[in-house]
């Protein structure tokens, strides 16, 4: 006869991808001394690796009859992976999908006993203007499905200001107390389209114009005038 162990569960050994698992296997005969044979699995006293590894066991006496027995040894991972998140980053408006994307803000990199995969999810928030949050969540997992997170924020926000042109140009002759212009300007930004609001200044007085507009200044005895 031959006598197996009952099936035989552990947690893996800290930093490492199984634990090592003593046993014994036991026969006796009536007319022999007899001594078990694995056939399959692995011996008493080894490093078993994460999962389940079956042991078979014969044993065979000297007229030939045989036994076998046969049990499992269960290795659980019990430990979680370590995830590392790349800095957070802080874009200039209006910031594209390419360098938003992982290959220019960085991944996460983790560690693990039995090894890792690495994935990520993204979540936007627009708070005010054209600020805009993205935030990154980065997640380790191994095989045995332990996992850990980080969260990397990625902030693009609008820091440059718009670039304003303007010009003022004479329109036909030009008097010694008054003249006539024609009012132009734009404005460009990287972000939007910028609104813009011109006034003319002259001595005392001010006057919002619009673009195209023709205006007629006029300056008379340290008073002035628009129109």
């Given amino acids: 006869s031959i006598t197996c162990p009952g099936n035989i569960t552990r947690n893996n050994t800290p930093g490492t991808c199984g634990t090592v698992v003593a046993y014994d296997v036991t026969a006796d005969d009536n007319c022999s001394d007899v001594i078990p044979v694995q056939t399959a699995g692995q011996a008493g006293g080894t490093t078993f690796p994460v999962g389940t590894t079956t042991n078979t066991f014969v044993v065979t006496d000297a007229a030939g009859n045989t036994a076998s027995c046969s049990f499992t040894v269960t290795v659980t991972d019990a430990e979680d992976p370590e995830i590392t998140c790349p800095a957070d980053v802080t874009l200039d408006c209006p910031a594209s999908a390419e360098d938003t994307d992982i290959a220019a803000t960085g991944s996460a990199t983790a560690t693990d006993n039995c090894g890792a995969t690495v994935s990520h999810s993204d979540s936007t928030e627009v708070p005010c203007g054209n600020t ?3 935030t990154r969540t980065w997640t380790a997992t191994d095989d045995a499905g332990n996992t850990d997170t980080c969260v990397q924020t990625i902030t693009v926000q609008d820091v440059t200001p718009p670039e304003v042109t303007a010009t003022l140009t004479p329109q036909g002759k030009l008097h010694k107390k008054h003249g006539c212009f024609l009012v132009e300007f734009s ?12 006034v003319i200044r002259t001595g ?15 300056h008379k005895k340290k008073r002035c005038r628009i129109k």
């Fill in 187 to 198: 404005a460009a930004d990287t972000c939007d389209d910028p609104t813009v609001t011109a």
């Fill in 132 to 134: 805009r949050v993205i």
């Fill in 204 to 218: 005392t007085c001010e006057e919002t114009v619009t673009n195209g507009q023709l205006v007629r200044l006029y």
